[in-house]
């Protein structure tokens, strides 16, 4: 029973984490889409939407490997979303936008590394390190 519950709150990060990417490529490929009305108001909506991206698949994903990738992966999303952008008459390709998306992903890992207790990681007694 105990598994179950766990299979079921799993499936619903996941779903969440489906949902918040879905919500990021819409925020970042549609023309109509709302933005902050401050100076480099983009930039801090990529870094709070890949920052929370970043944090969230901390949380479904509680191990070191698994965070890295998580980072390398959005990254490369990051860059893809402009590339398409690129390809839209509305929207063009920003270094600084990828540059704002890789700084909320870092800042995340930071947070989730520094949060990280001698008994949390799942390694250490596999490979007998104290």
């Known amino acids: 029973m105990l598994q179950r519950i766990s299979m079921y709150k799993k499936q619903a990060f996941l779903l969440v984490a489906g949902l918040l990417i879905a919500a990021t490529l819409y925020l970042s490929l549609a023309t109509g889409a709302p933005a902050l009305h401050i100076a480099n108001g983009d930039k801090y909506g990529h870094f709070l939407a890949y920052f929370v991206l970043m944090s969230w698949f901390g949380l479904i994903y509680p191990s070191i490997p698994s965070w890295l990738t998580s980072a390398v992966l959005l990254g490369c999303m990051s860059i893809g979303i402009e590339f398409l952008q690129e390809l839209s008459a509305t929207r063009a390709f920003e270094l600084g936008d990828?540059?704002?998306s890789v700084a909320g992903v870092?800042?995340?890992?930071?947070?989730?590394l520094a949060g990280l207790r001698r008994t949390d990681l799942p390694s250490?007694?596999?490979t007998g390190l104290p």
């Open 98 to 100: 990828v540059a704002a």
């Open 124 to 126: 250490r007694s596999k």
């Open 106 to 112: 870092f800042v995340a890992l930071v947070i989730l």
